[in-house]
């Protein structure tokens, strides 16, 4: 008597998910570039990276807490740590010719 072969699922599931993608390729024309990605359409900003000491980015992650807190003791809508650094930034920059 001979057993039947087990069905391997996760092939199966890979071989629907490559299938799936093969049906549906992306051009060069559907697919943002890396400028597009990083830029937020609706408010013109862009996402950035930059390197702070970990005590620095303690001390922002202590105040965005405390501005959460504030804000809904307040009853408004809170900072966002990103609003926060660019109202730094513009502070630090409004101080240099």
């Known amino acids: 008597m001979s057993r039947d072969k087990t069905p391997n699922l996760l092939d199966q599931l890979t071989g629907a998910a490559k299938a799936q993608k093969q049906q549906t390729p992306k051009t060069a024309v559907d697919q943002p570039s890396a400028e597009e990605e990083r830029r937020d359409l609706v408010t013109g900003k862009r996402k950035v990276t930059y390197y702070i000491a970990d005590d620095v980015l303690e001390r922002l992650e202590d105040a965005w807490v405390r501005e959460r807190r504030q804000a ?17 930034i513009l502070q630090y920059l409004a101080k240099r010719p």
């Open 72 to 88: 809904k003791r307040d009853d408004r809508e809170p900072l966002s740590k990103s609003q926060m650094v660019e109202q730094a």
